[in-house]
C-alpha cells in the first residue's frame, strides 16, 4: 500500500481551507420526493446522506457521522438527489468493492454538476488509501477522511472540532436499542491478503474506563444490547488486563452483550469460559480460522495451526453447549493446493460450523498476496468454495433441526421479514423469524422454535407478552 494518510491525523481536504467553517450550501426548493424521503423533513432544513459499505466498523462509524451531521442541523434522507451533503462511508477489502464506490461516485459526479448534490465526502478504507487521491481528483470529492479521523467530518459541517473517534464526545448509537461500542482499532497482525494493517494501522485498545462509561451511558438511555468492536477484539489489554476482563466488567453493566471480530491466536480459555457463565454474554463465537491446511496459515501469517484452533473449540463447545459458533474461511489463496483443501473441509466437519463467511481469494493491490505465486484458476476456486459452503449449510442444519421443540427467549433485532414476522436472535446466538406479536426491536418475547433453514429458525406464536 502506498502512503495511507497524510497529514494530521490523516486527513485530506480539497475545496476549501482547513478552517472549522461549515461548508456553504444551499436550501433545497420545496418538493415532495423530499418530505417522502425523510419522512416529513422541511424544505428549508439541510440534508445528508449516508451510504455504508463493508463491515461493522464501518456500521458504526457511519453511526457516529450520522449523530455529527444531525448534531449538525441536517436531516437524514435516503437519496442522492435528495441530499445536500453525501457521505460514502467504504470499504477496500475486496476489489469489487472498489468497482461499486467508483460507480456511486460517477454518480455523484453528475449529480453536483447538475447541482442536486452539493458536496460530496469520502470516508473509510478506500479513504485512507493511496489511490484517494486519484478518486478525489477524478471525481471532485469534497473532502476525504482516513479511517482514524472521522471526528474530522464534525468540524466538515459546523460543528466544534473533536479529537479521536471514540471519545465519550462522540458516542455511537446512544438512545437506540442496540449499540456497537468500539473497544480497539488497527491490527498488529499482517495477514497475506487483508489490507486492514495497511489501512488501519496498528492497534490502538481503549482505556478500560472509558468503554465502560460509555456502556453505563448508553444503558441508560435505553440501550439494551451492546456489541464490543474492532478487528481484533480478543487482543486487547491494558497495563496487565486483558480482553476477559474487559469483557466481564462490560457484561456486568449491559443486559446483552456480544463481541465482534476475533483473532485464533488471542483468543483466550478464560474467555471462552465466561460466554458459558455469565447470563448477559451471547452464547456465540465467531472465530475465524480462514483454513483448515496448517501449510496455508502459515503462507497466509496467521500464527496458528489448524489443530491449536480446534482445541479452542473443543474448549468453547464443553463450556457453552448450546452455543453457536461461525467463522471466516479463504478458498484459493495462491498455492492452495486439493490437498490443503480437503484438510479445509476436515477443519470444517470437525468444528460443525452453525455458519461461516466463506470467501472466494480476491487480490488485494498493497496486500503481500496480491503478487504471491500459484494463483488458483478461477473454475477451480468456485469450485471448492461450493464445497465448503454446502459443508457448512450442512453442518448447520443438522445443527439447527435439533432446536426444533425448544422454547426459546428471543431479543427482538430488526422489524419485519415481509411476511409479518421480526427478525430476532435467540441467547444461543441463532437468528430467528418470529411473529412479532407487537414486539417492538429491543423487547424480548418467549416462543417454540417450529421450522430450521441452514441459517435461521423459525418460531411460531410468541407466548405471553414482549417484556
Ligand atoms: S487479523 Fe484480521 S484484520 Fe488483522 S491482518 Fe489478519 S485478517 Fe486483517
Redesign the pocket.
Same mark, same amino acid.
Given at each position: 500500500m502506498s502512503s495511507i494518510v497524510s497529514g494530521e491525523a490523516g486527513m485530506r481536504r480539497t475545496g476549501g481551507s482547513a478552517s472549522a467553517a461549515p461548508i456553504p450550501l444551499g436550501r433545497k426548493p420545496a418538493g415532495g420526493a423530499f418530505q417522502e424521503a425523510s419522512g416529513g423533513v422541511s424544505a428549508s432544513k439541510k440534508t445528508a446522506c449516508i451510504r455504508t459499505f463493508g463491515c461493522q466498523m464501518n456500521v458504526h462509524d457511519s453511526d457516529r457521522m450520522r449523530r455529527m451531521i444531525r448534531d449538525a442541523g441536517y436531516a437524514e434522507v435516503h437519496r442522492y438527489e435528495e441530499a445536500d451533503l453525501v457521505v460514502l462511508n467504504t470499504c477496500y477489502v475486496r476489489e469489487n468493492a472498489v468497482d461499486r464506490v467508483k460507480g456511486h461516485l460517477g454518480e455523484l459526479n453528475r449529480l453536483k454538476r447538475e447541482g442536486r448534490v452539493k458536496k460530496v465526502a469520502l470516508a473509510g478504507c478506500i479513504g485512507a488509501a493511496g489511490e484517494a487521491t486519484e478518486l478525489e481528483r477524478r471525481y471532485g470529492i469534497d473532502l476525504v477522511l482516513g479511517t482514524h479521523n472521522t471526528y474530522e467530518l464534525a468540524e466538515f459541517v459546523g460543528l466544534p472540532g473533536m479529537e479521536e473517534t471514540f471519545t465519550p464526545e462522540l458516542p455511537g448509537t446512544e438512545g437506540e436499542h442496540a449499540a456497537f461500542v468500539t473497544i480497539m482499532t488497527g491490527?498488529n497482525? &499482517?495477514?497475506s491478503y487483508?489490507i &486492514?494493517?495497511a489501512v488501519r494501522g496498528r492497534m490502538v485498545c481503549r482505556p478500560m474506563e472509558n468503554v465502560v462509561e460509555e456502556v453505563e451511558r448508553l444503558v441508560s438511555s435505553g440501550t439494551r444490547y451492546v456489541t464490543l468492536l474492532g478487528?481484533?477484539v480478543d487482543a486487547w489489554r491494558e497495563d496487565g488486563r486483558r480482553f476477559c476482563d474487559l469483557l466481564e466488567r462490560v457484561a456486568e453493566a449491559a443486559p446483552r452483550v456480544w463481541f465482534t471480530t476475533s483473532?485464533p491466536s488471542n483468543m483466550e480459555d478464560r474467555t471462552l469460559r465466561l460466554i458459558g457463565e455469565k447470563a448477559t454474554i451471547v452464547r456465540r463465537l465467531h472465530l475465524?480460522v480462514q483454513s483448515g491446511s496448517d501449510r496455508m496459515l502459515k503462507a497466509m501469517h496467521r500464527g496458528y495451526k489448524s489443530d491449536r484452533y480446534r482445541r479452542k473449540i473443543e474448549v468453547f463447545r464443553e463450556a457453552v453447549p448450546d452455543g453457536t459458533l461461525s467463522t471466516d474461511i479463504i478458498v484459493g489463496h495462491p498455492g492452495e493446493t486439493e490437498e490443503d483443501h480437503e484438510e479445509t473441509l476436515r477443519l470444517v466437519a470437525d468444528c460443525a460450523f452453525d455458519a461461516a463467511y466463506v470467501f472466494k481469494f480476491s487480490p488485494r493491490r498493497g496486500t503481500e498476496a496480491a503478487s504471491l505465486p500459484g494463483a488458483v484458476p478461477e473454475k477451480v476456486a468456485q469450485r471448492r468454495f461450493m464445497e465448503v459452503l454446502r459443508a457448512v449449510e450442512s453442518n448447520a442444519l443438522h445443527n439447527n433441526r435439533r432446536k426444533i421443540g425448544s422454547v426459546q427467549e428471543i431479543y427482538v433485532r430488526h422489524g419485519h421479514t415481509g411476511e409479518g414476522k421480526a427478525i430476532g436472535e435467540t441467547w444461543s446466538g441463532h437468528a430467528v423469524h418470529v411473529p412479532t406479536g407487537g414486539a417492538e426491536p429491543g423487547r424480548y418475547v418467549t416462543a417454540r422454535i417450529e421450522g430450521a433453514g441452514p441459517h435461521v429458525l423459525y418460531a411460531g406464536e410468541p407466548s405471553g407478552p414482549p417484556r
Open positions: 491490527c497482525y &499482517v495477514c487483508c &486492514v494493517p478487528q481484533t483473532h475465524p
